[in-house]
């Protein structure tokens, strides 16, 4: 028997006995149909899933209507809301809302760009100098200031922003006649008795003799402070000419005590020996040199050169200046801090 003729047979049978016939399902899919003639008004219907194709060819959308709202009605611009799920029953908004970017965080400033949506800026903390770190904190969104925190020994340069040594100064409160110094050995050996009792050195007198210039004694580079913690000067390298080094004014003539020091009379003040940029002074002219390098044992007649901080002044002594008799001086002294 064929199968054709079978299939008949069972067919009559089924008929013969009441039983029903049932053709298989159709599958269906929801698509939002634009009709041609009114593309404005897209609704949702349901087709076969055979005639997707051809509904997407011609524009159709898969899925309900109001589940694509967002695509219906975008309007190019990322910082509206175009899906508000109804826009098959009201249509795509007129006026449209803004989207809200905030993010929650009061150390961002949060705005939209049309075209990329929403964006979040942190707040920039503007730092009063190198030697601090501006930074914002939540929840309060305010600006904090930390400190730049150096090795110890060491001090932050507000122009540069990076640690360097501190350089410590200060004058002595006593004072010498420019024999009774004993060379710059002597001047050193003072000047680390004066600040026995300073958390610091050793110490070195800032004196020039002749072999030696003054400025070459400091060091390369540091913060140069006085025993108060005042800065005064960022770099060693902005002592000198000595204009600058008199624009330092009172507070470079403290004491280990903190008291000022300074000249009684003119041409009293520190043994210098020294030019305006910390070079030794030449005093062949005079036949003489200072004070014999600070050990003068023999005529009383020298010269020696000294500044006075407080002014400034600055003067050239000769007869008598200080080596043998007349006005003694104290010593500039420095070293690193412990």
């Not at 047979?9 to 939002?32: D, N, Q, R, Y």
């Not at 809302?97 to 979040?120: N, W, Y």
């Not at 008598?320 to 801090?337: E, M, R, T």
């Amino acid at each position: 028997m064929s199968t054709r003729l079978s299939t008949v047979l069972i067919g009559i049978a089924l008929l013969l006995f009441g039983l029903p016939i049932t053709a298989a399902p159709v599958a269906s899919v929801e698509v939002c149909h634009f009709p041609p003639n009114n593309l404005d008004s897209p609704h949702t219907i349901k087709i076969s899933e055979k005639a997707l194709s051809a509904h997407l060819a011609h524009g159709d959308l898969p899925e309900a209507c109001n589940s694509l709202c967002a695509t219906i009605c975008d309007d190019g611009d990322a910082c509206t809301i175009d899906d508000v799920g109804d826009c098959e029953e009201n249509g795509c908004p007129a006026d449209r809302d803004l989207i809200d970017c905030s993010d929650g965080l009061s150390c961002t400033v949060d705005s939209c760009d049309s075209a990329s949506g929403c964006t979040s800026t942190p707040v920039i903390c503007e730092a009063p100098d190198l030697c601090t770190v501006s930074t914002c904190a939540e929840p309060e969104g305010v600006c904090l200031d930390t400190s730049v925190s150096c090795p110890d020994g060491e001090s932050c340069n507000p122009s540069t922003g990076a640690c360097s040594p501190i350089i410590l100064w200060f004058v002595t409160n006593e004072r010498w006649r420019g024999h009774y110094i004993g060379g710059l050995s002597g001047a050193d050996e003072k000047c680390n008795a004066a600040g026995a009792d300073l958390d610091g050195g050793p110490f070195t007198a800032l004196l020039s003799d002749s072999t030696t210039d003054a400025r070459d004694r400091l060091p390369i580079e540091g913060r140069i402070m006085n025993i108060q913690g005042q800065v005064l000067v960022d770099d060693v390298s902005d002592l000198f000419p000595l204009p600058e080094f008199g624009s330092l004014g009172l507070d470079a003539n403290l004491d280990p005590e903190g008291v000022p020091q300074s000249g009684l009379n003119r041409g009293e003040g520190a043994w210098w020996g020294s030019d305006i940029n910390g070079v030794k002074y030449d005093v062949s002219r005079f036949g003489s040199n200072w004070c014999e390098n600070w050990t003068f044992t023999g005529s009383a007649r020298g010269v020696a050169v000294n500044i006075d901080i407080q002014e400034p002044s600055y003067s050239v002594m000769v007869n008598f200046p200080g080596c043998l008799a007349g006005n003694p001086g104290f010593l500039i002294c420095f070293g690193p801090v412990r």
